[in-house]
């Protein structure tokens, strides 16, 4: 804490000298301790919700008493880390009473032309006023700091827990989605093993004498193995960032539909079924053509 207090005295170039000039003007700004309370409860009554953090008369006397005391500081000429703290306890009032940034922004802009005005006023010596008022304008700039940096570590750490979650949730989605599609992979690698073991049992058929069974089998067969090879390439193709095809998938549903054309096309009694499924390969075609039409545009 000590190295931030010499840290932030460093920036404003607040040295021994403002010290010495605000202490020099202690006698003059105390004795409007009084005056400078009321002349800002008569400025801050104006703000729109004042009541919501002036509720009433024991909140705002005790206010009035932390507003005094608050102005006395800034002349004590003691501003190490007790003062820093101080200044950011206040500050952390603010933001637990969620009372808006701008009117704190607001309520200082007053402070520092009523100070100011007060000095030029009741100070003799006009050599030393300029500095007098140089120095003034240097600790109610660094009150002011002190009070924003509370508004701002507080939107930092609510931002820094939601961004972590958020980030942590889309991370966690995305390896869950990146496992799901390794599952898929591993599943069709294991599907086109058992086509290849259906076309190889296909196959059977032919030696057995059962040619024309066989035959359209087998052509299902190496059908069904053609769309699996598809479906691996499509899903390889997605997982090195490629755009999820649509129209793969219709054609599995346009290959079940022909395969089992090939198997209907055994019985003569399927005549019925066999014309539904021409239906469908007509409806599967349109939407397959309609697919590709849009992928190309």
């Given at each position: 804490m000590t190295n931030k207090v010499e840290q932030i005295k460093n920036h404003y170039n607040f040295t021994s000298s403002d010290v010495k000039n605000l202490h020099n003007i202690l006698p003059v700004m105390e004795a409007r301790r009084l005056d400078f309370v009321k002349e800002f409860y008569e400025y801050v009554k104006n703000f729109d919700e004042a009541d919501k953090y002036l509720k009433d008369e024991t909140i705002i006397k005790r206010h009035q008493d932390m507003l005094g005391k608050w102005y006395l500081g800034l002349f004590s000429g003691e501003y190490g880390t007790a003062y820093f703290r101080e200044l950011e306890d206040v500050g952390l009032a603010h933001v637990k009473i969620k009372l808006p940034a701008h009117y704190v922004n607001a309520a200082m802009h007053f402070a520092k032309g009523y100070m100011i005005n007060a000095v030029r006023a009741d100070v003799k010596d006009t050599e030393e006023l300029p500095f007098y008022i140089k120095s003034l304008v240097k600790i109610l700039d660094i009150n002011l700091d002190i009070f924003t940096s509370s508004y701002i570590e507080e939107e930092k750490r609510s931002i820094f827990l939601s961004h972590k979650l958020e980030s942590f949730m889309i991370q966690f989605a995305k390896r869950f989605s990146y496992g799901l599609n390794l599952v898929?992979?591993?599943?069709?690698?294991?599907?086109?093993?058992?086509?290849?073991?259906?076309?190889?049992?296909?196959?059977?058929?032919?030696?057995?004498?059962?040619?024309?069974?066989?035959?359209?089998?087998t052509l299902g067969s190496l059908l069904m193995l053609w769309v699996v090879i598809e479906l691996v390439d499509t899903e390889i193709k997605h997982l090195q960032g490629g755009k999820f095809a649509i129209k793969v998938f219709v054609s599995v549903a346009l290959v079940a539909v022909i395969r089992k054309i090939l198997v209907t096309t055994l019985s003569a009694d399927a005549i019925d079924a066999q014309i539904s499924l021409i239906a469908a390969i007509a409806v599967l075609g349109v939407v397959y053509w309609l697919i590709s039409k849009v992928e190309k545009d």
């Open positions: 898929l992979v591993v599943g069709l690698v294991a599907l086109g093993i058992m086509v290849m073991g259906l076309f190889a049992y296909d196959l059977t058929h032919i030696f057995d004498g059962n040619i024309e069974k066989g035959l359209l089998s």
